[in-house]
């Protein structure tokens, strides 16, 4: 089983991206049946909660990203996603998606000012 995480990139202040993470060698039940989330470590930092998402597809977010960070899911294609928008220099990080006992390699996303 791997998670890729993908779409991470340089983008200045105020702008977005989506990340995306797919999950192989998973198999539906096991994916449809666990939290998903996003955390990030930023350099020096420890690794924090960003966004999850719960099987019955209710949300939870860091204060910091509340209002413009948005988790989802796509059960059918085993992919997550976290559409970050109003970035700011402080969200700049290694962003990795997990999903029950797996992580992925993680994603960097760096945000200039």
């Known amino acids: 089983v791997q998670l890729q995480a993908y779409g991470g990139g340089l983008v200045q202040a105020g702008g977005s991206l989506r990340l995306s993470c797919a999950a192989s060698?998973?198999?539906?039940?096991?994916?449809?049946?666990?939290?998903k989330a996003w955390y990030r470590q930023a350099p020096g930092q420890q690794r924090e909660l960003v966004a999850q998402?719960?099987?019955?597809?209710?949300?939870n977010y860091a204060d910091s990203v509340k209002g413009r960070f948005t988790i989802s899911r796509d059960n059918a294609r085993k992919l997550v996603y976290l559409q970050m928008n109003s970035l700011k220099p402080e969200d700049t990080a290694i962003y990795y998606c997990?999903?029950?006992?797996?992580w992925g390699q993680g994603t960097l996303v760096t945000v200039s000012s």
């Open positions: 997990n999903i029950g006992s797996v």
């Open positions: 060698g998973m198999i539906l039940s096991t994916f449809r049946g666990n939290y």
């Open positions: 998402i719960s099987t019955s597809s209710s949300t």
